[in-house]
């Protein structure tokens, strides 16, 4: 396809043409297209939930094989299925903060919601009652995740965490009083409307489930020095031999698999309460799980698509006008606060980065972004990227996080698991180098904007430490 001109030939001329349509050299035919866009009727109530580290590729509706996901599968026949989303970081602070505020993460900052209007402020402004539910340790009040919410339940416990602290066994979650507390915080809404976002933890390490599903798909694999433990999987994190990852994929998906079935259980409520044809459902994850496809476990180290790309399943009652179907265009999860926006018609909402994907759901188009951006935060292993359908450009920086390390590029349609990339070292491809640039100033050497705030500060307490600690995000 590409052999009537040289390969930098065909870098230099594919890539302008890539990105002076996004730096504006082209009309966007789609500016308009929000205005044409529109809803039956806005639904009463609104469930978000978010499975942590779910890679879309594990999902049987995306087409894998093991059958880790049976309910969210039946749920997704009659919703509307994004099969290319993309979370705007590979690790939960940015991705959560990005989404939560529809801004790219360089835009907000470090860890901590500080003045950022939310989405959760959008329902509340709106008369919804709103409830946060998170297993997540970052996903609480300690670092501002509360803003906007009514109120707040968090299941990291202080004993579970002193467990982990003095023997290294992993923490024991509480999914069910979880799903039994949000059932009962739905309930005493009455006919409030209401908006609950629900964060499991699940499938994220540690990756442990309850019987039934423990063994369901590990079972007579070679475990190596492999176990579902948080703090061993930090030991294996880039040393893991192939029969070690494959095991560690088993109980990822025995845990998938679990929290699939909680969530069943869940739809299943709001059914026979008769809240189910109230409510959109929502379905997504805040990034994805690698098991060695590029040298590394679990997540926040790099921006290859099994750390990103993650589903997204929008569920929406008959009266809103809006049938069940998919896109294969690329969109980005801080699309989603516009789009609640537009859905349930609220206003006064700030300008966001993400764009409505009602003109999608609605049938008006058919395209949405032609490209989108991420990152990899964590400190030493900091990464930036511009995906489009047919591309990716990746630029690594060193360990100081002060210097370029590397730069990459790959075709998606002829090496969609990003094995070979068509740069030589030194070679850098100019124009997505201004994309990325400007979406991440932190590139020309500004501030780092990805540093957390240390984890001895007063903003972040002991007990918080030692969850995060336990869950592998600290050594």
Not at 177 to 182: C, I, L, R, T, V
Not at 215 to 242: D, K
Request: with cysteine; hydrophobic share 35%.
């Amino acid at each position: 396809m590409y052999g009537v001109i040289s390969r930098r030939s065909w870098l230099k001329y594919s890539l302008w043409g890539l990105a002076t349509s996004q730096l504006g050299c082209r009309p966007n035919a789609r500016d308009n297209e929000s205005t044409k866009a529109s809803i039956l009727e806005a639904p009463k109530n609104c469930l978000f939930m978010v499975l942590d580290a779910a890679a879309a590729r594990h999902f049987r509706a995306w087409g894998y094989g093991r059958e880790t996901t049976p309910n969210i599968d039946s749920l997704a026949l009659g919703s509307f299925v994004f099969r290319n989303a993309f979370s705007q970081a590979s690790s939960t602070v940015p991705s959560v903060r990005s989404y939560f505020s529809g801004r790219y993460p360089n835009e907000v900052r470090v860890q901590l919601l500080r003045s950022e209007f939310t989405m959760a402020d959008a329902f509340r402004h709106n008369n919804f009652r709103t409830a946060l539910f998170s297993e997540n340790p970052h996903i609480t009040s300690t670092f501002n995740y509360n803003r906007g919410f009514d109120v707040e339940f968090s299941y990291f416990t202080h004993k579970a965490q002193q467990q982990y602290k003095q023997t290294r066994s992993d923490v024991k979650l509480e999914s069910e009083k979880m799903h039994s507390d949000a059932r009962a915080w739905i309930s005493s809404a009455g006919d409030s409307p209401w908006f609950c976002y629900i964060h499991h933890l699940r499938p994220h390490a540690p990756y442990h489930s309850p019987k039934p599903f423990t063994g369901r798909f590990s079972q007579g694999l070679p475990r190596g020095r492999a176990t579902g433990s948080a703090y061993r999987m930090r030991e294996l994190a880039t040393a893991a031999t192939p029969e070690e990852a494959e095991y560690l994929a088993a109980l990822y998906d025995e845990n998938l698999n679990y929290c699939d079935d909680l969530i069943g259980r869940l739809v299943d409520w709001l059914e026979t309460t008769k809240r189910l044809d109230d409510t959109l459902i929502i379905i997504a994850s805040d990034h994805g799980e690698a098991f060695m496809q590029h040298g590394w476990l679990q997540h926040g180290t790099t921006t290859y698509d099994e750390m990103i790309h993650v589903p997204l399943i929008f569920r929406f009652p008959p009266p809103s006008g809006i049938a069940s179907g998919e896109s294969s265009a690329q969109v980005e999860m801080l699309d989603l606060f516009p789009t609640l926006a537009s859905v349930f018609g609220f206003t006064a909402v700030p300008t966001l980065d993400g764009q409505s994907l009602l003109p999608l759901l609605t049938g008006v188009t058919k395209v949405h972004k032609d490209y989108v951006f991420t990152l990899a935060p964590r400190n030493g292993h900091q990464s930036f990227a511009a995906r489009t359908p047919e591309r990716k450009y990746i630029v690594k920086l060193d360990r100081s996080g002060q210097n370029v390390k590397k730069r990459e590029l790959y075709d998606l349609e002829a090496d969609p698991l990003e094995s070979s990339s068509l740069l030589s070292d030194g070679e850098v491809s100019d124009v997505l180098e201004i994309l990325l640039t400007t979406r991440f100033p932190r590139l020309l050497g500004s501030a780092n904007p990805l540093v957390a705030p240390s984890l001895n500060s007063p903003e972040v307490e002991e007990r918080t430490r030692d969850a995060l600690e336990a869950l592998g995000y600290i050594n």
